[in-house]
Structure formats: C-alpha cells, structure tokens
T-cell receptor, first 113, second 113 residues
C-alpha cells in the first residue's frame, strides 16, 4: 500500500549509543518531516525537508541530525542517545505548496535506558 | 511551543451521541487541520479548513473556524465505537517553501458501546 514506511518499529538503546531511524514514502511527495510525540505534549517538529536537497531545524532539533537521501527517503540520526530522547518518533510527508495534509508513518517507539 | 490546544483533554460518550472537541490557537494561521490517532498508530488527516472559511463538512464530521476568537471545533455526529481515538488539531503556516504544522496535545475520545 502507498504511504510512509518507518523502520524499525521498536528500539531500545543504551545511553550514548547511536542509531538511525529510516523513513521512506512512495507518494512522490516533496516535503518530509520528523516529529516526536511525548505524553501530554502532542507532536513536536524535530527537522523537516521542504524538498530534496534541503533540510531545516524544527522546534526541538538538539541531539538529532537528518539526511534527505533522495526524494523518497528522510532519515533521522541520534548520535549519542540520551534518556530524554525516549519517545515515539513519527515521519510524515506532504505534497508541497499545493497540499497541506500530511501523511504519517506508523511510528518508531524508542526507549533509551 | 504548541500553537493549538484542545479541550477537553478527555471525553467519554455513548455510541450514537455527538462528540464536540475544541481547539484554540494563538497566532495567525493559513489553515487549521484535524487529525485522528488510533492507539499505537500514526496520525490520519481528517479535514482541513482554510482561514477564509467558517464551516466545513466531511461525512459525519463538521468543523468550524472562528478566526476572531482563534478557535475551532470538531463535531462528530452519531458516534461509533470505532471513533475511539485521540484527535489533534494542527495549525498551518507557511515557512519559506515548506508547509509546517504545529500540533496541539490532543483530545482522547472514548465511545462506549
């Protein structure tokens, strides 16, 4: 089915470890986003990519890096995981200037111990 | 900082009743959107209302927008058990070439059979 695919679905890391969350969309969308969701906090934007080759910081970028590998793929990297990064991470995409609705992936539940 | 704030935080109703959720926001917007999130899943786009619109319908959903009061409401008529989910409002504002959405913390709706 068309949509946004995130891997892995679950991950446990030790403090200081690194990992990359993968996201791919097959809808030919221009823009892609990474959000984190914490209880009672709603979703907060970490980084976004308006189009292939560009990335920008969102509301909570510290401790993260991103790569827009091509039009389909947008990865999120934690270089040195901290317990405060325990969260559910969502990738989303949208079709740029003429479309406002986002399509979300099913999320990655990350626990840092 | 979060732009939209939903009210109430939690709502429990009987199947067949109507459910009303409210959203307030702080700054000017281009559009306001509502999303649904089932437990353990990603968000699903429900409806978008533009800043120059006052009311919009989609099936059993009715959304209103009052830009003078910076508020919106989502009405779900004739609710069903399958409507049990968290509902989020998101405000949209252009930022360069990207459409950015800012999410509220959500309303947890429980529809009892």
């Amino acid at each position: 089915n068309a949509g946004v695919t995130q891997t892995p679905k679950f991950q446990v890391l030790k403090t200081g470890q690194s990992m990359t969350l993968q996201c791919a969309q097959d809808m030919n969308h221009n823009s892609m986003y990474w959000y984190r969701q914490d209880p009672g906090m709603g979703l907060r934007l970490i980084y976004y990519s308006a189009s292939e080759g560009t990335t920008d910081k969102g509301e909570v970028p510290n401790g993260y890096n991103v790569s827009r590998l091509n039009k389909r793929e947008f990865s999120l990297r934690l270089e040195s995981a901290a317990p405060s990064q325990t969260s559910v991470y969502f990738c989303a995409s949208s079709n740029g200037p003429n479309s406002y609705g986002y399509t979300f992936g099913s999320g990655t539940r990350l626990t840092v111990v | 900082s979060q732009q939209g704030e939903e009210d109430p935080q939690a709502l429990s109703i009987q199947e067949g009743e109507n459910a009303t959720m409210n959203c307030s926001y702080k700054t000017s917007i281009n559009n306001l959107q509502w999303y649904r999130q089932n437990s353990g899943r990603g968000l699903v786009h429900l409806i978008l209302i533009r800043s120059n619109e006052r009311e919009k319908h989609s099936g059993r959903l009715r959304v209103t927008l009052d830009t003078s009061k910076k508020s919106s409401s989502l009405l779900i008529t004739a609710s069903r058990a399958a409507d049990t989910a968290s509902y989020f409002c998101a405000t949209g504002k252009d930022s360069g070439s990207a459409r950015q959405l800012t999410f509220g913390s959500g309303t947890q709706l429980t529809v009892l059979p």
